[in-house]
């Protein structure tokens, strides 16, 4: 095997949204850059400038991102979300209180008893997030 890489594909009322997104994520997180979009030409599939396939980062983790147009029986679910550990309490608040932002809160910032603080949400993409402050 030669990696394992999470990949985000943007559909329903969020297709065309994959690159606004992974530029939203990346300018929240420090160590983290878009390395490649790759975009639908005319007489392609999908709408012409929408993400046929994009690689960034954040913090170090590798990421695919692309836009889907066809009608699926699906979209992202909390099932499946993002853990990020976070440093500080200030760190922890500015990123959820940024991810949440036009998203829903499924967890608010708490403590739980298995973490002092820890939250738990949908950005405004639908994808799920997981924010825990590390001991």
């Avoid at 999908?46 to 836009?67: C, Q, V």
């Amino acid at each position: 095997m030669k990696s394992i890489t999470t990949s985000l594909m943007f559909v329903g009322k969020q297709a065309g949204k994959a690159e606004e997104a992974i530029r939203f994520y990346t300018s929240i997180f420090p160590n983290s850059k878009i390395t490649d979009i790759q975009r639908y030409k005319a007489g392609e599939h999908e709408p012409e400038g929408s993400t046929k396939m994009a690689r960034f980062s954040i913090n170090g983790a590798e990421f695919l991102a692309l836009d889907s147009h066809l009608d699926h029986k699906f979209s992202f679910t909390p099932s499946m979300s993002l853990y990020v550990e976070c440093e500080s309490a200030s760190e922890i608040e500015k990123v959820f209180r940024v991810l949440a932002e036009d998203g829903s809160e499924l967890m608010p910032l708490d403590n739980y008893g298995f973490s002092q603080k820890f939250g738990w949400l949908n950005d405004r993409y639908g994808v799920s997030w997981q924010l825990n402050l590390s001991n």
